[in-house]
C-alpha cells in the first residue's frame, strides 16, 4: 500500500503527518510527505525515517513577516500553494493508493483535485475541530474577508463562510483543474473537506458532538514514545539541578515587537512564584534579557520528554502543544492571539486543567494572576486524571483505519 501525505503549514501542521506516517510505516505501507521546504521540516521526517518531498516555499519565513490578518499578497500566494499540488505533490502521487491532506484550504482543495485526476482515495485531515462547519460554532473567518458582526446564526456564517471561499478560490481552483481536464467545482470547501473530514483532536480533550458531518475523531498523532528524542544535555541537567521549572514558549506564534516584553513578562511571572524557567525561543525568538542560574533558554525541544518533568506549561494554545501538555499531565496557562488559539484556552480552562489568560498581551501581573491557580495541587491533580483519559494511539489507530478502508476491510 502507497500512501502520500501532504501538509502545509508551521509545526503544528507538520508534526501531526510526520506521526501518522511513522504509524503508517510501522502497519506496512509505504509512506512519503510533502512539505515545506523549511530545514526543520526536513531533519524532523529524516529522523522518523519517512521519504519527505519539498512543496512550496518556506514557511518559517512567511509566519514571522506578514502582518497577522492582513490579506497582502494572500492571492498569490493561495495560487502558488495550490500549484504545488498538482506539481510536485501530483508527481509524488502519481501510482498511490491514497492521498491525505491537511492544512489551508488552496492546499486541501488542490490536493483533492489532483486525487480526482489520479483516481485515488482523498482524505481531508484536520487537527482543529474550529474549522469544521458545524452548528455549535462560527466559523474561524478569512483574511481579508471578515465576517458581519450583526449575524449571529451559526449556519448562516457558515453559509457565508462558503460562499467567501468560492470568491477567494473558485476560479482559480476552476483554471487548475481545467489545466488537468476536470471539470469546475461549485463548493470550494465542501469538495476539500469532504462530507467525512479526519479529526485528530483528542475526544477527551475536544470531544466531537453529533453533526451533518460524517466526522471520524481519531485522536491526536503523537509519534511513538520509543521514537521520542532524548533531552538536550543542557536541558537534562538544568532538570536535574533543582525543582520542576514552568516551561513558556509559543510556538511558530508571530509575537513581532512584543517578543522582548512577553519573555521579561514570563520570567518575572514564573520568579513570583519561586518557581525556575525554561524558555523556549520558538520563531518569535524569546530571549530573556536578565537570564540568570534559574533561567535557561532553549531551541527546539520534543515536548513528549519536557513536560512530563515541569510544573506547569505557559503556551500559545496550539493544538499540539496543548494536546501534548494534557498527554504529560502538566497544568497549562493559555495565552490565545489567534486562530484556533482561543479554542484550545477554553477547553483548558473547562476541564480545569489549567487557565485561560485574560487577553493576547501578558504583562507580569496578568501572567502571575493566571499561573497561581495552575500550579495548585488541586490543578495538578485534575490534569493528572484528563492524562489518563488521553489517547496514546491516535497515529496508530488512523493509520490502521486508513489502511483497513483502502483495502476495503
Known amino acids: 500500500m502507497r500512501v502520500v501525505l501532504t501538509a502545509y503549514g508551521a509545526r503544528g501542521s507538520v508534526e501531526p503527518m510526520a506521526a501518522l506516517a511513522v504509524g503508517l510505516r510501522e502497519a506496512g505501507a509505504e509512506v512519503r510527505v510533502c512539505a515545506p521546504p523549511d530545514e526543520e521540516f526536513t531533519e524532523l521526517l529524516a529522523a522518523c525515517g519517512v521519504p519527505s518531498v519539498p512543496v512550496g516555499a518556506p514557511v518559517r519565513p512567511l509566519v514571522t513577516t506578514v502582518r497577522p490578518g492582513s490579506a497582502v499578497g494572500l492571492a498569490q500566494r493561495a495560487a502558488d500553494l495550490m500549484g504545488a499540488q498538482f506539481g510536485p505533490v501530483a508527481e509524488a502521487a502519481e501510482g498511490c493508493d491514497v492521498l491525505v491532506a491537511t492544512g489551508p484550504l488552496p492546499v486541501t482543495a488542490g490536493a483533492r483535485s489532483v486525487a480526482d485526476r489520479l483516481g485515488v482515495r482523498y482524505v481531508y485531515a484536520t487537527h482543529t475541530p474550529v474549522v469544521l462547519p458545524a452548528p455549535h460554532q462560527p466559523p474561524p473567518g478569512r483574511r481579508g474577508r471578515p465576517l458581519p458582526p450583526d449575524v449571529k446564526d451559526n449556519d448562516e456564517l457558515w453559509d457565508l463562510d462558503a460562499r467567501l471561499a468560492n470568491d477567494m478560490f473558485g476560479a482559480m481552483l476552476g483554471a487548475f483543474r481545467d489545466s488537468v481536464g476536470l471539470p469546475p467545482v461549485d463548493d470550494v470547501r ?150 484556533d488559539q482561543p ?57 490502521a483505519r486508513l489502511l483497513g478502508e483502502a483495502a476495503g476491510r
Open 190 to 339: 465542501g469538495h476539500a473537506f469532504t462530507d467525512r473530514p479526519w479529526l485528530s483532536a483528542d475526544p477527551a480533550l475536544s470531544p466531537w458532538p453529533p453533526t451533518g458531518l460524517d466526522v471520524v475523531q481519531t485522536g491526536a498523532w503523537f509519534r511513538p514514545r520509543a521514537a521520542v528524542r532524548p533531552l538536550p544535555p543542557e536541558v537534562a541537567a538544568f532538570l536535574e539541578a533543582g525543582p520542576p521549572p514552568v516551561y513558556v514558549g509559543f510556538g511558530s506564534t508571530p509575537l513581532g515587537a512584543a517578543a522582548p516584553d512577553i519573555a521579561r513578562a514570563a520570567v518575572e511571572a514564573v520568579r513570583a512564584q519561586g518557581l525556575r524557567v525554561i524558555v523556549a525561543r520558538g520563531w518569535a525568538g524569546l530571549e530573556p534579557a536578565d537570564g540568570g542560574d534559574d533561567c535557561l533558554t532553549v531551541g527546539e525541544t520534543d515536548h513528549q520528554a519536557l513536560f512530563a518533568r515541569v510544573a506547569a506549561v505557559v503556551h500559545h494554545g496550539g493544538a499540539g502543544t496543548t494536546a501534548a501538555a494534557a498527554r504529560a499531565g502538566a497544568p497549562q496557562v493559555v495565552v490565545a492571539r489567534s486562530g
Open 343 to 399: 479554542y484550545w484556552a477554553g477547553r483548558v480552562a473547562a476541564l480545569g486543567i489549567g487557565t485561560a489568560h485574560d487577553g493576547p498581551e501578558p504583562t507580569p501581573g496578568s501572567l502571575t494572576a493566571a499561573l497561581a491557580p495552575a500550579l495548585r495541587p488541586e490543578t495538578r491533580a485534575r490534569a493528572e486524571a484528563v492524562r489518563d483519559a488521553v489517547r496514546g494511539d491516535g497515529a496508530a489507530k488512523a493509520a
